[in-house]
């Protein structure tokens, strides 16, 4: 009897996570299919798609995201590398280093970047180019946790010093034991920090709006303020690439412990 | 580039390496207590003297990137929250911090933040012992797994965006709602259910939280989950054994060793709302006066006339997030105790 009254409990609080979860998403999508009047269409999903703006800044967020994933590889697989090969007693320093932008908000971590860039020394905010060097710099940093644990978790699971002493005594040099060996090795880790990484550009908006870029984040804002059912169109769009990034890292690293976990911004 | 400096580096000292202890190598000396391997002794020596430094090289790239990108705008608005518009050392721009406007928007931000991270503290606990104790359908649990996953990401503008479109003026839900209609007693039809005649507004505070509770308790679920599966089924047979309720079990065994862990997740909740700025942008469009909202338009020079108070707000947030996400690494460090397989 106990056992029963438990186990409605159970499902009291599971199908109430279930309502939270799909009513807001089914309001979405239906508003979103309702732009004709009275009939359900596909206009509103027509009508974003063919708007010469958020095809720009899709793909700006889109270009931004694979540079900033690529940058941001080249720059924690190395060191990590690095860190499980030569330098153990430095992994918690990187570690509480790549948590800070956690620590730090967001839009408090713009406010510093654009206060230390838009003047001399470092002025970096005079033309779009070098806006782009500083707003990929920035989506690095706040991609930075979820790299650094993705590719951490993936370097744990190989044997660093083992695979090097290998590729040594095989003629390597160190670009080829890093592009050749470790690289190969962490594919699953990498992918899916570039996969987190790369939603985190498409889905960010205080860089791109502070900044002033043409990136998705502050189009989708200004949509919001002057259209009815676009908006909802593209929470549908953002939410079917979440859950393409997300499907992906779990198809990926099945079998492996990769659990992400992030934080909701 | 900076982890080139290896490259022939030779193979038999990174077996030396290995087979020294490290410590043994800093601490004493070890190779002078083995004077019959002098060759060994004086090329191994030589190596730890470069190597101490060498370590470090490899490293270079990144602390060079995170010291631009990440310590430089930290250390300049630390240090100019203590700077007047001359650059001179004050501590005016802290008594800002008291200013009735500043303080309703840090009053606001908490609120909302605690509000958010009790209840979605409470409702992903639920859920979770939902999925793990609760004896639900493997499928549901997978379900609500994946979709905590999905929610616990689904921040920012699009978030806001759902909610407008399921519960604003012209909502899925606010149509449902307003559509229960009966003919009332003079003939006038009467819609008892429409939030909006009810004091509901979703522009508002009550809005926010509603929106930021769909990110918050998947998050709670994310983190409690495992804590939840970590507690032992002999535990609860001890104590069954021991002829204890399931209220007593719950409170003299399972509470005190989850606690630090459900304490741990709502201060990242908390902290997730604290922080938070798009979802209450795109929503409210900037008329919820939270501190984000506030640096936000500090940055676009809208509001204040000094930058040297936006630092300071900045600041504020800053320690109030250092405390929250330090008690959260001290209470995760507590369970992990106890959660060890």
Known sequence: MKGKRLNLWGWFWAIAAMLYFFIPMYGTLDFSLRMKKGVISLLAYETVLADPQFLASFRYSAIMGLITVTISVLIFVPTIYWIYLRLPKARPIVEIITILPFIIPVIVYVFGLIRTFSGPPFQL??????????????????????????????MRAIDVRTLTEAAQSLGSNSFQILFDVIFPNLRIAILSGALICFATVIGELILGDFLVRPALGPYMVLVGRSRAYEPAALAIISYTLTWICLGLIQFFSRGGSTQQQLTGR | MGFSCWTGYPTFAIRIHKEINPTEVHGSDYSRAMPS??????????????????????????????????ILPSLNLFSGAFKDARGNFTLANINFLTDQYVLKAYAVSLEVSVITSLFGGVFGFLVAYAITIGNTPRWMRSILMTFSGLAANFGGVPLAFAFIATLGRTGFITAILKSICYAGASGTQVCPFNPYDHGFNLYSMYGLVLAYMYFQFPLMVLTITPALEGLKKDWREASENLGATSFQYWRDVAFPILWPSILGATMLLFGSAFGA????QALTGGSIYLVTILIGQQIRGDVLGNPNEGYALALGMVVVMAITITAYTILQRQTARWLKV
């Not at chain 1, 060097?133 to 920035?138: D, E, P, V, W």
């Not at chain 2, 700025?277 to 209450?280: C, D, I, V």
Request: aromatic residues 14%.
């Open chain 2, 277 to 280: 700025f798009a979802t209450a």
């Open chain 1, 125 to 154: 905010t005079l033309t779009p180019f070098k806006t782009d060097i500083l707003i990929t710099a920035g989506y690095i940093v706040l991609s930075m946790p979820y790299m650094f644990r993705a590719i951490d978790v993936g």
């Open chain 2, 37 to 70: 391997h002098l060759n060994m002794k004086s090329s191994s020596r030589q190596r730890r003297s470069s190597s101490a430094i060498l370590d470090w090289i490899g490293l270079v790239p990144f602390f060079a990137f995170v010291l631009a990108f990440l």
